[in-house]
């Protein structure tokens, strides 16, 4: 029957995982020694296992399978941390394997010590320690079906002396719920749902990631409503596309028209979303559904919470909703969205072929429109979040995966990594920051040494441009934000990457052509505008008074000059409080 770690291989072999992405260390050589003997899986080697964490994340999410990651005892463990809350806060199914020090030491703080059970409780829907080969193949089930059935991280720990043990019984098969029902609405609430719709003159509806699946009902209601429809930012990629009612995004990231659709509405439609920003929301006058009851009503009160998918609610109240004739609020709502991309996102893109630093907006544009259809994007934390939100187009086959909900730094490269060895075929781009790239660098060298064919351009301004802004809204001068510009063209030519670094904006376009034209990796270095900055949709006069001040404590220190350029890069993206 062989050992308990060749047992712990085949069960994730009988769910179809093909690789395990981690760093190896003596507590996991008896996993690591039955993967190298079983054929069908592999074992991706990182330079960090919070890299692997992150890839298993953007793995789970590209496929909608089971993806794993492991960690040796002690340290090995705690660096799984970031990718393991970034993955469970996604919803991304992960199971992450935490091998323990040998059995008889535990509670004796031996070398490496740690206690997974408390370490892992946050991040995790299930943490369980197998301590006897008598409860394989089981919990490891146990475990599994609780990843796949929440959407979430199930961690085993696993000591390495029990992995080397014999199994105590057969592993058998075992048939794991893969394929779920869908959660249809009580009666009564879709009632009161199509009573709400009627009752309202003006509806607007606010989508999620809850929509994925949902794309034609959300655009039949919007039709038989005549309701501008919003978006969060992990809603963009399902929502956005073959939109002829889109306004925007709400949020700290957002544009367009979205914040002022939903505070003129009489009624706003929550639709899959956790959006978690309540200021944003009008807090009053809505409605949301969800299939997750614990999300209903968390973020602002609700008139109604309809509890369940977002398709079957929607089909089950359209043919109970009343066509709407009046089409003002809508019409004017897509004037005003037109207006402000025509202000404020082209304003960027166009007639810059001279403007030094390179704008990062007329980068994101470019790789927008130089990408694949069906690439996969992966974002950076922080401005390139704003970025990516901005001028990244879905077409419903693109994909956009980033530490959206974490908030995660340095997620981009290794998240690309994972997604690239999901979808080979396809093409990954990783749209990292300076910051978030030096933070696991090392992962270059992953991308290097398994060959894969990963695009990284780096928007490169030499400064933590969100933490920035963070800083002049609070009325702080910026401090700690920027550093020693770093030539990451020149490392990954080290590491034996193809590579360039660009710093004249009528070069960006030959770079990158050449650059996603080529079969194998390449990073393209571009030094961007530090002083380009995200303003959200809406400034409080708080927010422009924090503005003020800054700039006043800025000048009072002699930076006159570092403000002028500000106002300069960013004056035409700055709305009216």
């Not at 779920?180 to 609430?189: F, K, S």
């Not at 944003?280 to 109604?304: S, Y």
């Not at 380009?532 to 422009?544: C, D, F, G, N, W």
């Amino acid at each position: 029957m062989g050992t308990v770690a060749e047992q712990f291989i085949e069960v994730l072999r009988q769910i179809g995982v093909e690789r395990v992405y981690g760093v190896v260390g003596d507590s996991l050589n008896p996993v690591v020694d039955a993967i190298r003997r079983t054929g069908g899986i592999d074992w991706v080697h990182v330079r960090n296992e919070e890299a692997g964490a992150f890839a298993a994340s953007a793995e789970a999410q590209v496929t909608g399978r089971l993806a794993v990651c492991a960690g040796s005892c002690g340290p090995g463990n705690t660096h799984l941390i970031q990718g393991l809350y970034d993955a469970h806060r996604s919803g991304a199914p992960v199971l992450a394997l935490a091998s323990h020090i040998p059995s008889p030491q535990i509670g004796t703080t031996f070398f490496q010590e740690t206690h997974p059970g408390r370490l892992f409780a946050d991040c995790s829907g299930f943490c369980e320690m197998i301590s006897t080969a008598e409860q394989m193949p089981r919990v490891l089930r146990i475990a599994i079906q609780h990843a796949i059935g929440h959407n979430g991280v199930a961690v085993v720990v696993l000591p390495g002396d029990v992995a080397d043990l014999p199994a105590a019984s057969a592993t058998g098969t075992h048939e794991f719920l893969t394929r779920r029902g869908t959660l249809r609405p009580p009666a009564d609430q879709v009632e009161e749902l199509a009573e709400a719709l009627n009752g309202a003159e003006k509806v607007m509806l606010f989508c999620g990631a809850g929509v994925r699946h949902a794309h034609e009902e959300v655009m039949s209601l919007a039709a038989r409503t005549l309701a501008p429809v919003g978006h969060a930012l992990r809603g963009k990629e399902w929502i956005q596309y073959d939109n002829p009612y889109d306004v925007g995004m709400s949020g700290l990231l957002g544009y367009g028209a979205c914040y002022e659709a939903m505070h003129e509405a009489d009624l706003v439609v929550l639709v899959g979303t956790d959006f978690p920003y309540p200021d944003f929301l009008p807090g009053g006058n809505t409605v949301q559904i969800d299939h997750d009851p614990a999300r209903l009503g968390r973020r602002t009160p609700l008139e109604l919470a309809v509890h369940g998918d977002v398709g079957e609610t929607l089909r089950a109240v359209l043919p109970k909703v009343t066509q709407k004739t009046d089409r003002r609020y809508l019409d004017r709502m897509l004037t005003k969205h037109l207006k402000a991309l025509t202000n404020v996102v082209e304003a960027y893109t166009h007639d810059i072929e001279h403007h030094v630093p390179i704008h990062p907006e007329y980068v994101a544009d470019l790789v927008d429109e130089l990408a694949d259809d069906d690439a996969v994007f992966t974002v950076d934390t922080g401005m390139c979040n704003v970025w990516a939100a901005r001028y990244l187009s879905p077409n419903g086959r693109r994909r956009v995966i980033g530490s959206f909900s974490h908030g995660s730094m340095a997620n981009a490269l290794p998240h690309a990594i994972g997604a690239q060895f999901a979808a080979p075929g396809r093409q990954v781009v990783s749209m990292s920051g300076d910051g978030g790239l030096g933070m696991l660098l090392g992962e270059l060298l992953t991308v290097r040494m398994h060959d894969l064919p990963v695009k990284i351009v780096v928007f490169n301004n030499s400064s933590l441009g969100m933490v920035k802004l963070e800083m002049l809204v609070d009325g702080l001068p910026d401090f700690g934000t920027d550093y020693t510009p770093v030539d990451y063209a020149a490392i990954a030519a080290a590491m034996g990457i193809p590579s360039v670094s660009v710093e004249h904006p009528s070069d960006v376009r030959k770079t990158l052509t050449a650059a996603f034209g080529t079969a194998g990796p390449y990073l393209v270095n571009v030094v961007t505008d530090p002083d380009a900055l995200s303003i959200p949709p809406r400034i409080t006069r708080e927010q422009v008074k924090g503005f003020a001040l800054a700039a006043g404590k800025v000048v009072l220190t002699g930076g006159v000059g570092r403000m002028i350029n500000l106002a300069r890069a960013n004056l035409r993206n700055i709305p009216r409080p």
